[in-house]
Each structure stands twice: as C-alpha cells, then as structure tokens.
C-alpha cells in the first residue's frame, strides 16, 4: 500500500536524520522525500512516500510522533488531498524538432524555462503520472539530464 504522509516538525538540526532513520531502520524505503519551511520559519514540513504493510507503517507512525521535534504527523492515505510533484528536464532539440517539443510540453501544461541552440529545459508539475507521461513522449529526442523532486502533499479543505 502506498503512503504519502506529512510531518509538521521544529526547523532544527538532525530532525530529518532521526525520521528518515526511523523508517528506514523498519525496512521501509523511501520512494519520496520532500522538505522544507513552511509559513512558520521556525517549522519544517516533511512530506514522505512510502510503501509498504499498513499495520508495521502505523508502528513507524507512532514511534515518528514520540520524537521530541514532532509536531504533528499525518497519513494521507484515507484523506482528501493535492499532490504534486516537479521535474526539471533538459532534452536535446534536434534542429525541426522544436516546434514538436513544444507542442507536447504545451500540452502538458508544462514551461519552457531555458532555450539554447541544441537542448530545451523543460518543467512540470503534476501527479507522477503526467509527469511521467509527458517523459514518455519526450524521451525519444534524447534525455540530457534530469532532476525531480519528491512529492509534496496538502489536504483539500477546511482543516
């Protein structure tokens, strides 16, 4: 079963560390990492993708939240929620190739964020699987370099 599950912590020193290790230390590896301040700089958000056995993750849950720098933790999974993830890809622009690229990126929503006289970079944000679509159909011009992010997950709605 997969897992996105978010975790409100103190912006401190090795906190990242502690939970990570935790989780990993139960067997479970990380599919997605994300983390960073949120409105509060003296809070971080980490968003974690994980698969694995609902009633060994619910122990790891339980164990996240004795840590002193926790907040706040919450599992997704049975929630309402946006997910988003970001990619930043460079391909290469065969010359009368451009205006394909463009086009698939277009329709995409994607953004051509950097032009040079052989390659395009490329962003998108989505689900993982428009993302991984749009990669799909972009591969075949040659993929030069890529870079992602991990998920990041907020509930819809009134909390």
Known sequence: ??????????????????????????????DSLAVGETENPDLSRITIVVRGDDAILEQVRKQINKLIDVIKITDFTNEEFVERDLMLLKINCPIGKR?????????????????????????????????????????????????????????????
Do not use: W
């Open 1 to 30: 079963m997969r897992h996105v599950i978010s975790v409100l912590v103190e912006n401190k020193v090795g906190v990242l560390a502690r939970i990570t290790g935790l989780i990993s230390g139960r067997g479970f590896n990380i």
């Open 99 to 159: 205006g394909e690229i463009i086009e698939i990126v277009d329709i995409f929503r994607g953004k051509i964020v950097d032009v040079g006289q052989r390659d395009l970079v490329i962003e998108i944000a989505g689900i993982e699987d428009k993302i991984e679509a749009m990669l799909a159909l972009l591969r075949p011009y040659g993929i030069k370099e890529l870079v992602r992010t991990g998920s990041i997950a907020i509930t819809r709605g009134a909390r």
